[in-house]
């Protein structure tokens, strides 16, 4: 246990400086977003009065008024960019340790004790990051929508205000925490898909990997349609009956994964 | 504890980030919903079942549950899970697991007077029918020979009305309809499916509304020469010998609905926003009525949405719409003499949470 926590603290340590810069880029981004088009939105309504010899009233009728929701397209992109990052961090965090010029993975292979805390460790810190992202999103969101109250004009700004945020972003953070967990469930199974890919390609190398890889990749697509095509097609379960199977069949996977990739750090993967 | 900082550290930023959201959803304010009856009895046994549904705008997927009956509110989420598996036909929570099971199958269904029926085709030809009486609670199980021109691969075979203890199927080509002249019936009491002429061959476009003691209403879609891009809809009756024009039922926001087992046709309009219109037609005596509720307080939505929403069973009318002061209204119609059985308002005290009504059912 020991060896797991030690090892996770040095897996967090390494990529520390790259999450604190992606951190503090996203929550620039997206609040100066916020404050830029409320900014954007007034220019524009200015300059269609002066063009226009319009009225406040006028403008703002044709124009339309701003609301939270209106600023947070940024978000979503951003959002994109965070799960893009958290894939290539799972790919990152065992390539590193091959390919830098250290060969980090020899001293980690050597390490006296079992190797199931170098799995665990680096799943542990990918993971967190995942956490840390979708929670951070959160606060940045709600910040946003402290600095939109703040920094627009009340005349311009929408008075019934609907959607908190953008559509896409309400699909994401609803307000149902078993869609949280599902998202978070799902995304840990494809952090342990990959890593079992990377481990795959490490343990036999060259073109046998690639054909190991593709097959793997094939049994989990394949499990994925059999389980979504059972699921359609039985008659026998009901509703909710099928979405305690789905997570079930989600923790099999998981399980599997976890498993073979730990046969293979064990077994395949030597110094 | 040093040597573990940034373990700690970023199991507090991710623990305390994902907290905000948590105590976020787990503290959101909820809407507090009363029943007050404005006339009539909220006890009386066509209100026994009524559910009103309205969801809440802003977090889309909580849905309030209001039972008229004793205003009780049931609170639902869905999640990202129910939507994977819509279920073909709504079936009360209290059916028997054996029944919904069969209704998941390639069962056609009808719902009449809260008995839902579920027809299966067999392969060897014969039929499969399930029902469930949601005030009796009693499932009915029954395994029916049929005629031997009967395919069931080959068409699909849907009950569309009862009447008494006979049960209408029409047999629907699965690709395209097509020429008919007949449908079959199901005799509930002795267990037999026999052929019944229809008095006349229906074409393509023709379709049936209603088969009322060898009385035929159907409706027939057609191109008027005047406007010949807008598809209209007239709506006939006959015996055979006789076929009759049903003008006084027809109107461009009129829908047509059965009731009392196929002996009254109701066209109603809802979509009038100061009042809610229909006609009967009563095919035992051919008599029509006319009526028209003035709907005064209805809230008016400029972009079209709000929209009311109604259900014809149990020879009712129950109809339901957002009033101005963003209460919901209850109406309970007798429907061929317009009496107001029912009337309540469903208001929410918590006026922060914005709510729209979603449907109505008769749970």
Partial sequence: MKQYIQLTNEEIKRSFKLYVIVVLVMAAIELVSVVAQVMLHEQNIKNFMENNRATLSEALQQIGKLDYADTTSFFVFMTLIGIVFVVIYAFQIWYRDWLGETKYIYRLLMLPGRRYSIFFSKLTAVFLVMISFIGLQWCFLKAGSYLFDWSIQAEYQKSSNTNIFSSSLEEFYTTNLTNMIFIILISTMIVCLIFLLVLLERSHRKVKGLIRVAIETTIFVSYAFVCIYFLDQTHLLLSSEKDALFIGFVFVYMIYACWRSLRLLKWKISV | ?363
Wanted: no cysteine; proline share 4%.
């Fill in chain 2, 1 to 363: 504890m040093r040597s573990y900082k940034y373990f700690i550290g970023f199991i507090l930023i991710s623990v305390v980030s994902l907290a905000f959201y948590v105590g976020y959803v787990l503290n959101l304010e909820k809407p507090e919903l009363v029943v007050e009856t404005k006339s009539g009895s909220p006890k009386q046994s066509t209100l026994q079942n009524l559910q009103i549904n309205l969801i809440d705008v802003v977090r889309q997927p909580t849905d309030f549950s209001v039972s008229i009956k004793d205003g009780q509110v049931s609170e639902s989420k869905s999640s990202y899970l129910n939507n994977m598996y819509l279920d073909r036909v709504y079936i009360n929570d209290k059916a028997p697991r054996s029944f919904k099971q069969f209704m998941q199958e390639e069962t056609y269904t009808l719902m009449q007077d809260s008995v839902t029926y579920g027809l299966k085709g067999r392969e060897d030809g014969s039929w499969e029918l399930q029902y469930w009486d949601l005030k009796t609670k009693k499932l009915t199980t029954k395994q029916l020979s049929t005629p031997s021109e009967v395919n069931n691969k080959k068409y699909a075979y849907s009950p569309f009305q009862r009447t008494e203890d006979l049960l209408y199927v029409e047999r629907n080509s699965m690709d395209e309809q097509t020429q008919r002249s007949f449908i079959y019936v199901i005799d509930l009491k002795n267990n037999s499916v026999r052929k019944q002429q229809l008095p006349i061959k229906l074409k393509k476009n023709e379709y049936i509304e209603s088969f009322y003691k060898g009385q035929l209403l159907f409706s027939q879609t057609y191109f008027p020469k005047n406007n010949p891009d807008t598809e209209q809809q007239r709506l006939l009756m006959t015996d055979g010998k006789k076929t009759k024009r049903l003008k006084q039922l027809e109107g461009e926001d009129f829908n047509t609905r059965i009731l009392n087992e196929g002996k009254l046709i109701v066209t109603i309009n809802e979509n009038d926003e100061t009042q809610l219109s229909w006609n009967t037609f009563d095919m035992e005596s051919e008599k029509y009525t006319v009526h028209q509720v003035p709907l005064p307080d209805r809230k008016k939505f400029p972009d079209g949405g709000g929209f009311p929403v109604s259900i014809l069973e149990n020879g009712r009318i129950y109809f339901s719409y957002q009033l101005k002061n963003d209460d919901y209204r209850v109406l309970v119609f007798n429907p061929t003499s317009a009496n107001i059985e029912y009337e309540g308002n469903i208001t929410n005290k918590n006026p922060k949470i914005k709510l729209s009504l979603s449907d109505m059912r008769l749970k």
